[in-house]
């Protein structure tokens, strides 16, 4: 009789177990994004320097997101690499490494598509992981300027602007 409340609360301690898992494992690129939205690219952490020319990443012309501005800048006190990768509707546009000094920054020249489309930023600082960036972090703009910025304490922050540049003009 004294096992009925201890198996209760091994099952209950169980489920809730299997929950909280199940909640803490999405991220924030979370993939059921990209299954309801057929012209975002997929975002399952491929090598940022193929494509799937299977997958379907195109959008349909006239929708999907402009890509203003790349801003890339080191506040940090040493130098850093940084590597910048532009896809737009499936294919590489753009990929440039920056050799950054401490207290420096450059803007990128603005090689990539200026159509909307579906698009997606790649940032890698120092050979590391690639950061991902797309519009769906800003809840789809219409247009969107990036900013990879190195912080003080060497980690990559990356920023959105829908306001300044090529987005002020309306696109």
């Given at each position: 009789?004294?096992?009925?409340?201890?198996?209760?609360?091994?099952?209950?301690?169980?489920?809730?177990?299997?929950?909280?898992?199940?909640?803490?494992?999405?991220?924030?690129?979370?993939?059921?994004?990209?299954?309801?939205?057929?012209?975002?690219p997929?975002?399952?952490?491929?090598?940022?320097?193929?494509?799937?020319?299977?997958?379907?990443?195109?959008?349909?012309?006239?929708?999907?997101?402009?890509?203003?501005?790349?801003?890339?800048?080191?506040?940090?006190?040493?130098?850093?690499?940084?590597?910048v990768?532009?896809?737009?509707?499936?294919?590489?546009?753009?990929?440039?490494?920056?050799?950054?000094e401490?207290?420096?920054?450059?803007?990128?020249?603005?090689?990539?598509?200026?159509?909307?489309?579906?698009?997606?930023?790649?940032?890698?600082?120092?050979?590391?992981?690639?950061?991902?960036?797309?519009?769906?972090?800003?809840?789809?703009?219409?247009?969107?300027?990036?900013?990879?910025?190195?912080?003080?304490?060497?980690?990559?922050?990356?920023?959105?602007?829908?306001?300044?540049?090529?987005?002020?003009?309306?696109?």
């Amino acid at each position: 009789m004294s096992d009925l409340p201890r198996r209760r609360l091994l099952a209950g301690t169980g489920t809730v177990l299997t929950g909280a898992i199940a909640g803490c494992s999405s991220s924030d690129d979370d993939e059921s994004d990209a299954e309801e939205n057929d012209d975002e690219p997929d975002e399952s952490g491929s090598d940022p320097a193929t494509t799937d020319a299977g997958s379907d990443v195109t959008a349909a012309p006239g929708s999907g997101t402009l890509l203003g501005d790349i801003s890339v800048e080191n506040l940090h006190d040493d130098q850093h690499t940084v590597d910048v990768m532009v896809e737009v509707d499936g294919e590489i546009e753009h990929w440039t490494t920056h050799e950054l000094e401490a207290d420096s920054g450059t803007a990128l020249e603005r090689t990539w598509s200026t159509e909307p489309g579906s698009l997606r930023v790649l940032v890698r600082l120092d050979n590391g992981e690639p950061t991902q960036i797309t519009p769906a972090k800003w809840n789809d703009p219409a247009c969107l300027n990036v900013y990879a910025m190195v912080d003080r304490d060497g980690e990559l922050t990356i920023l959105g602007d829908t306001d300044d540049g090529p987005c002020s003009d309306g696109g």
